[in-house]
Every structure is written in structure tokens, then in C-alpha cells.
């Protein structure tokens, strides 16, 4: 059974940096695929970016870039996201979650996301 | 970018069926994946792959696509089925993950 736990919240203020941990038990972390997932209040979820740790390289929203960085420790099984230039508008909760890949011949490659962290609330705020 | 259409709220009785649908263009050519997420909670994936469900979720939880419109299907709705709910693709072209609106589901 994969568990993802993260990090605790954060209380950060305008133009500063927040970096979240996601640390994965179960399962092989090095072949999974770690995605971040963002929810303002009141508001819908939104893909920030993801990674595969075997591979090392993460790819990002467009939205994020240049803003995001996402990082993986195969030592210690664990993600992290990195957010930077925070303003009010990126308080929100961060979720980390495991993509699953889903082939077919016809549409391609796809992932979804099977397990999920607990999320980890941060407050954008001067 | 892919845009992932969903009404905002749905209303059902207990016991009845809901129906939750995803507009997209074309979106019967990608594969659907859907996400029950409860107040204060992470989202839990309760339908993927248009229409395959997860270990541990009810049957009641069904899913189909086709054309430019996905829908997932509870039936049998219970009071804990009240809950906000997700589509989601895999857009290689934009994004590449794209999330639906959500759907705002209430049991009267």
C-alpha cells in the first residue's frame, strides 16, 4: 500500500519561497511518477507539475514555470516542490500524488493519480 | 489549452442515480479520470480510464465517454456520496494534465 506524507504548514510572506516534502512508503519510488496539485480555497485542483524519479527531470504547467521547481531524493523516497515569488494568490493547499500510467494504442500515454498526500496548506500573507 | 466543462452543482435523492458529465472536444479520444473529493480531505480517484474503478469503490461508481462529453454515474446514492467531483485528461498537447471544473454533488 503506498502512503505519501507531507510536510507540515506554512505561513510565508509575499516575495519569499516555500519548499513542501512529500515523503512515499510502499511500492518502488524510484519507477513511480510524483505529481503537485494545488487547490486555492474554495477553488478546483490544479496541476502544477510532475516527475519520475528514475529519470530526474521534471516537467511543469506553463502557468509555473520558471516559478516551480520539483525535485526527488531517491535516497529517502522523498518529492519535493518548490515554489518561488509567492504572492497571495498561491496560498493555497498543496497535494502531492502518485501518477499511474495508462497506455493504449489509440490515445497514447496518460496518467492519473492513484494515492494521494494529506496536503499541506500554505499562507501566502504580510 | 484543453478546456474541461462540468456543471457546477448536481442535486439528488437518495437512493436515485446522479450523473455527473465532462464536456471536452473530443474528448471520447482520450482516456477520463474521475475524483470524489470530500470537505477538508484529498481527492480520492474513484473511476479511471473512462470507466475502471479502483479497488475499494462501489460498483454504484460508473463511468463512460464518448464523443465530446464523459460522464460518471452514481447510483444508488447514499448521503455519503455528497461530495465535490473531478474529471481529469492527460493532454499531451497542453497542460499536459488538465482538471475538470467540478461538480458540486448534494443528497436532498
Known amino acids: 500500500q503506498v502512503q505519501l506524507v507531507q510536510s507540515g504548514a506554512e505561513v510565508k510572506k509575499p516575495g519569499s519561497s516555500v519548499k513542501v516534502s512529500c515523503k512515499a512508503s510502499g511500492g518502488t519510488f524510484s519507477s513511480y511518477a510524483i505529481s503537485w496539485v494545488r487547490q486555492a480555497p474554495g477553488q478546483g485542483l490544479e496541476w502544477m507539475g510532475g516527475i519520475i524519479p528514475i529519470f530526474g527531470t521534471a516537467n511543469y504547467a506553463q502557468k509555473f514555470q520558471g516559478r516551480v521547481t520539483i525535485t526527488a531524493d531517491e535516497s529517502t523516497s522523498t518529492a519535493y516542490m518548490e515554489l518561488s515569488s509567492l504572492r497571495s494568490e498561491d496560498t493555497a493547499v498543496y497535494y502531492c500524488?502518485?501518477?499511474?500510467?495508462?497506455?493504449?494504442?489509440?490515445?497514447?500515454?496518460?496518467?492519473?493519480?492513484?494515492?494521494w498526500g494529506q496536503g499541506t496548506l500554505v499562507t501566502v500573507s504580510s | 489549452s484543453y478546456v474541461l466543462t462540468q456543471p457546477p452543482s448536481v442535486s439528488v435523492a437518495p437512493g436515485q442515480t446522479a450523473r455527473i458529465t465532462c464536456g471536452g472536444n473530443n474528448i471520447g479520444s482520450k482516456s477520463v479520470h474521475w475524483y470524489q473529493q470530500k470537505p477538508g480531505q484529498a481527492p480520492v480517484l474513484v473511476v479511471y480510464d473512462d470507466s475502471d474503478r479502483p479497488s475499494g469503490i462501489p460498483e454504484r461508481f460508473s463511468g463512460s465517454n464518448s464523443g465530446n462529453t464523459a460522464t460518471l454515474t452514481i447510483s444508488r446514492v447514499e448521503a455519503g456520496d455528497e461530495a465535490d467531483y473531478y474529471c481529469?485528461?492527460?493532454?499531451?498537447?497542453?497542460?499536459?494534465?488538465?482538471f475538470g471544473t467540478g461538480t458540486k454533488v448534494t443528497v436532498l
Open positions: 481529469q485528461v492527460w493532454d499531451s498537447s497542453s497542460g499536459p494534465c488538465v
Open positions: 500524488a502518485r501518477a499511474e500510467k495508462v497506455i493504449t494504442m489509440v490515445r497514447g500515454v496518460g496518467f492519473y493519480f492513484d494515492y
